[in-house]
Nanobody, 110 residues
Framework: AQLVESGGGLVQPGGSLRLSCAAS????????MNWYRQAPGKEREVVAY???????YYADSVKGRFTVSGDSLKNMVYLQMNSLKPEDTGVYYC?????WGQGTQVTVSS
């Protein structure tokens, strides 16, 4: 099983980014997928989760701004991030079946 994130970058406050997580070696629809982030000097925290059936969970800090979705045919999971804030800065990881991707850096700064 392997997970590969992409889509990070530098964005101004109020901007948007769409992260992607490509899963291989297993079908995420059977397990669901978590998105975590780790800010500098802080512990890794869960940001969002999507189940194979499409139900979702969001941390309070991102509720109303982030949307998680999955495409079972492509075996991809996405994290649409809108109204980004400087405190959203960090490395974002997808996680499932105990596996982690390499992470993608998101920096929100003017």
């Amino acid at each position: 099983a392997q997970l590969v994130e992409s889509g990070g970058g530098l964005v101004q406050p109020g901007g948007s980014l769409r992260l992607s997580c490509a899963a291989s070696g297993f079908s995420f629809s059977g397990y669901g997928m978590n998105w975590y982030r780790q800010a500098p000097g802080k512990e890794r925290e869960v940001v969002a989760y999507v189940s194979g059936g499409g139900s979702s969970y969001y941390a309070d800090s991102v509720k109303g701004r982030f949307t998680v979705s999955g495409d079972s045919l492509k075996n991809m999971v996405y994290l649409q991030m809108n109204s980004l804030k400087p405190e959203d800065t960090g490395v974002y990881y997808c996680n499932a079946r105990g596996k982690w991707g390499q992470g993608t850096q998101v920096t929100v700064s003017s």
